[in-house]
């Protein structure tokens, strides 16, 4: 059975520094952490989409 997205909200904040932020440590833990970060995000989203998925089966 196919799904149909029928509206989307998406929030987020950003916050603009410009050139003032500091630099990144040469040893790459600044990507690391980044990656780290965007695993959660995806890990989450994969969660909320699965949870919509059952709560749709369940109707």
Known sequence: ???EIRELHIK???NQQGD???AAPSGG???NG???KKQAI???CVEQ???ILKKQKER
Request: hydrophobic content about 45%; overall charge negative; aromatic content about 0%.
């Open 1 to 3: 059975m196919p799904i």
């Open 12 to 14: 987020l904040n950003v």
């Open 20 to 22: 003032t932020r500091p």
């Open 29 to 31: 833990a600044g990507e």
């Open 34 to 36: 980044n990656e780290q």
């Open 42 to 44: 995806i890990a989450e």
């Open 49 to 51: 989409v699965l949870n």
